[in-house]
């Protein structure tokens, strides 16, 4: 028994080391709260550390970050032919992939080159076999196409000019009816923008149609394509004037294409 109560019986020596060992953790978790404080503290008050952050998170940003403001209106820059071959064309022509006529490959080039320079250029522009379209890239223009191919064909032999074939020039009297037809029969829709149809004034839509060249547009409005009625819904209406009419938007919407060209310009 004496020995029970022995072993239980607290010493002053006991004591004290509870004690301090009861209050040494809540002290200490005090003192590092206080410290943290104090550091948070300490780092607001740096004055620079807050710049140093924001230039990590920018350094770490950067890559996602980086903003390039693209003018949409620029002017678009014509490629030589050289920088269209390089860029499009020697994809394919310069090893001869796909069967391909090859770059200088004379041989392979000149029963293609008999065919002529109009054939030729509309083999590139439409594609055939398995070349594609413009060699794939849409939004080469039909001049650049030209000039990637007379690039081609000179260096095998040929000796060709980039020209696009000249469309007729349409006579005055031609124009002066085509307004007439234009507005009995096409006014209400691309005067306005109904339906969707390319207003003349909208430079933007025009340049892309005028690109496609008259015949297509002819085609179109006789025909009726992507929405537009055919003759402009009026079908008493002669291809000849259907085609003036054309004619007449055609000739306004450069006078557009002109002016905004003029604008991004003068910027
Ligand atoms: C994806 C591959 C490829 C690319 C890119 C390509 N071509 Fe071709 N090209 C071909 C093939 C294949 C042929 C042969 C087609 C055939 O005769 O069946 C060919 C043939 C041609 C011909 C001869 C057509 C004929 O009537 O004999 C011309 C001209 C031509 N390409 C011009 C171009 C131009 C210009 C570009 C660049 C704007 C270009 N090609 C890009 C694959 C390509
Ligand atoms: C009822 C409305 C309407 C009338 C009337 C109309 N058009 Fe259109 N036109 C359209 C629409 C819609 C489009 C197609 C817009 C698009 O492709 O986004 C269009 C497109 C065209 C195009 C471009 C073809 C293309 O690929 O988009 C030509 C050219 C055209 N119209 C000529 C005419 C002519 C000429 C007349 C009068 C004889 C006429 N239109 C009357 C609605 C009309």
Redo the contacts with the bound molecule.
Sequence with gaps: MADHLQMTKTTPKDFIYALLGGLFAPGLAIFLIVMLFLGIQGQMGQPDSGDTAEQAVRARIQPFGVSVAIDPNAPRIERTGEQ??NE??G???ESG?????KFKDAGAWS??LA?GYD???T??IKG?????A????PD?TDM??AR??VH??NAAGARFEAALKKEPVPTAAELARGRVVYAENCAYCHDTGATGAQKLNDAQAWSALIKQGKEYLYHAAINGTFGGPAKGGNDKLSDADTRAAVDYMVEEARVAITAADAKVASK
């Design positions: 269209v071959y499009v064309c994809g394919c022509h992939a796909l069967n391909s006529p029963k293609r065919q054939t030729l250029l083999h590139a055939i076999g398995q070349m594609p413009r060699g794939g890239d080469l650049e196409v990637a191919m081609m064909t």
